[in-house]
């Protein structure tokens, strides 16, 4: 699985501590440093290899939108989650125009930190495995709407674990022209148009839900080859 690699900056220590644990608390999450100023953190910006920066705006040397100009101007390939207690409507504006992917208002509940991560997350293991992106994935994934939706459909559009109902159904419906077929992810991701790696994810909660069965073929040597077919 890929892990994304966060980088804090954060001047108040007990804050930097709730998010290093909150960020402990979650899958497929590494933490990688922290910064508590903006000049060590751009010394740090250099040296480590990141993915994600959880910014703060107030530090003692300067505001953190300035620090994520800083980035910008130099085209450092970082994202950036704003978590702060400036609730001015100029902030989070030009947080956003300058590509901040999140904006999470102190104090927050560790359900938003968890969504605003895993949202995240899955969008980066997409674009990592994706080779070439279509209207669909930006509207599902980048927008997150989703077209020739009912009210209802909108509201069940995100499934436990940060799953989409779309893709979810696309599997379905792909998996039911093959009636009958022991299926591999592999070949499920590539009728479905997916990434095998969000295939699996999506075919092991169909799984626990019972929509799907498992058969386990073994070979000569490696681990056996996992084969996928619907449930009547």
Do not use: H
């Not at 102190?106 to 997350?121: G, I, M, Q, V």
């Not at 009958?180 to 479905?192: P, V, Y």
């Not at 019972?210 to 070979?219: A, F, L, S």
Request: charged fraction near 35%.
């Amino acid at each position: 699985m890929n892990s994304i690699k966060v980088f804090i900056v954060e001047d108040d220590p007990m804050v930097k501590d709730i998010n290093r644990r909150f960020l402990n608390k979650l899958e497929g999450v590494v933490v990688v440093g922290d910064a508590s100023n903006m000049e060590e953190a751009k010394i740090k910006i250099y040296k480590e290899k990141i993915d994600l920066i959880l910014l703060d705006i107030f530090l003692p040397d300067g505001k953190g939108i300035d620090l994520l100009k800083w980035i910008r101007s130099r085209e450092i390939q970082v994202d950036t989650i704003l978590i702060t207690a400036d609730k001015c409507k100029s902030s989070v504006d030009e947080a956003f125009k300058y590509g901040a992917v999140d904006y999470l208002i102190k104090p927050f509940k560790f359900e938003r930190f968890k969504e605003a991560l895993s949202n995240y997350r899955n969008r980066f293991i997409e674009l990592t495995n994706l080779d070439n992106i279509n209207q669909d994935y930006i509207d599902q994934y980048i927008l997150n709407i989703s077209t020739n939706c009912t009210g209802d459909e909108m509201q069940e559009k995100e499934l436990s674990k940060g799953l989409n109902l779309k893709t979810y159904d696309k599997i379905i419906n792909y998996m039911n022209q093959k009636k009958g077929q022991d299926l591999t992810a592999e070949e499920i991701a590539k009728g479905s148009g997916l990434a095998r790696v969000t295939a699996r994810r999506y075919l092991e909660k169909m799984a626990e839900e019972g929509k799907v069965e498992i058969n386990q073929e073994y070979g000569k040597i490696g681990r056996p080859t996992n084969y996928y077919m619907l449930k009547k």
